[in-house]
């Protein structure tokens, strides 16, 4: 336990992961689903800035996979290659810190969306992000835990997101969706995440046109549209906001039923950053919460009822728990399989086809909160954060490196589906 808690879970966590409002989040007016009359709100709105222009982008033939000259380009230190146009992704793969200008040669329209896209909200709160950094550094253990082992799991549970990427160009080569998955759960978590030296606003303007492209590219999949529901168009702010909540509400609600301490700052910072990075992969303000209540009650209206297996997010399961494992040849399956019903719960671990493990859960059980209190008792040590934070950032950058099978990771802006 000792072994999967301190040297596994966190780093997991980041490889299998997606604010003082100014006015408080509303109730949602339609419930996923309403049609007709209902049809109103965030189901039915997605993204008006991005999606014309991501379209634009891969029907002119702008966004094809990066080709063999453009794949040799790995390192952002090296120069471009000569004598080969360049390709929109390849342009991304220029821009990686927060305070760098975007790169020359983008289209002007897409150039005038970014710069946009990259300006934090007027409510961005620099006191409130640094306090999230400060949570990070001592309770990153239990984050990554629940990100990986919880709300990577869950995320296979939820229709229309495991369908997404299931039909979606990602849902082909899991490793490499989940290294950029895992990217974005790195720079949120990151300790300059909004900084001028950090990667956030990167990495989550990147993902909002990545959102935007798929939004084009599925309703062509017969796969996805056999499949979603009658949903016309993927990824609505609902469904983003759906995912928020299985990331940001559900590892604060954990935290508690765990009697993790953490203070109020620590509390009001993590959920700062979380609503601080809704706003900047393209969500309404007015749909984000403003406290953890409203998140609570929100998750309660659009997450908790939306549940269910689907062979995709079965399939999608296997996948992740044979990626976990393959990490670690300890960490065997049963092991998995308990720990994550541990922290999922059996309805969830049901839903997802977990195997229940008569020998691991109750010692599971019985072991964790131990855990957590011994390491509880050490943390008001001095030098003991900043220790533990060393230590388990180096295996976080370990687990990026494996995922990406040492090529680096690049967000990049799909042009096709899912082979069929």
Do not use: C
């Amino acid at each position: 336990m000792e072994n999967l808690s301190r040297r596994k879970a966190l780093s997991l966590g980041v490889a299998l992961g997606l604010v003082g409002v100014a006015n408080p989040a509303r109730a949602w007016a339609a419930a996923p689903g309403a049609q007709g009359a209902a049809a109103t709100g965030p189901e039915w709105i997605w993204d008006s800035a991005a999606d014309p222009l991501m379209a634009k982008m891969i029907t002119g033939g702008h966004v094809p996979a990066i080709n063999t000259a453009w794949a040799s380009w790995v390192n952002n230190n090296d120069p471009l290659p000569s004598g080969v146009p360049a390709e929109f992704n390849a342009y991304l793969r220029q821009w990686t810190r927060n305070d760098q200008p975007l790169p020359s040669g983008l289209p002007a329209d897409v150039r005038d969306f970014m710069e946009s896209a990259r300006r934090l909200p007027s409510w961005a709160d620099a006191g409130k992000l640094a306090a999230a950094a400060r949570f990070t550094t001592k309770k990153g253990i239990y984050t990554g835990a629940l990100y990986g082992l919880g709300s990577g799991l869950m995320s296979t549970a939820i229709p229309r997101e495991a369908r997404a990427v299931y039909y979606s160009k990602g849902g082909a080569d899991m490793k490499d969706r989940i290294a950029k998955t895992a990217q974005l759960g790195y720079d949120v978590g990151d300790l300059d995440a909004y900084r001028p030296s950090g990667g956030m606003i990167v990495t989550a303007v990147k993902t909002r046109m990545v959102h935007a492209a798929v939004r084009h590219l599925l309703p062509q999949s017969p796969g996805w549209d056999r499949t979603s529901g009658g949903q016309t168009i993927p990824i609505s702010q609902a469904d983003v906001m759906v995912t928020w909540h299985s990331l940001a509400t559900f590892v604060m609600r954990k935290l508690r039923d765990w009697r993790v301490p953490v203070t109020t700052a620590e509390s009001e910072g993590f959920l700062h950053v979380w609503q601080v990075t809704a706003h900047m992969l393209g969500v309404l303000d007015e749909y984000i919460p403003a406290s953890w209540a409203e998140a609570e009650s929100q998750s309660r209206q659009v997450l908790d009822p939306v549940l269910a297996s689907t062979p995709e997010g079965n399939e999608l399961t296997d996948v992740l728990l044979d990626i976990v494992a393959e990490l670690d040849a300890g960490l065997t399956r049963p092991l998995i399989n308990a720990f994550a019903r541990y922290t999922l719960g059996d309805r969830t671990g049901d839903l997802i086809g977990l195997d229940r493990e008569p020998f691991w859960q109750p010692l599971i059980s019985g072991a964790w909160p131990l855990l957590v209190a011994f390491r509880e008792g050490l943390i008001p040590l001095p030098l003991i954060p900043q220790a533990a934070w060393t230590v388990e950032e180096a295996l976080r950058k370990f687990v990026l490196l494996y995922l990406s099978e040492g090529r680096g990771i690049h967000i990049e802006i799909p042009d096709a589906n899912r082979p069929s």
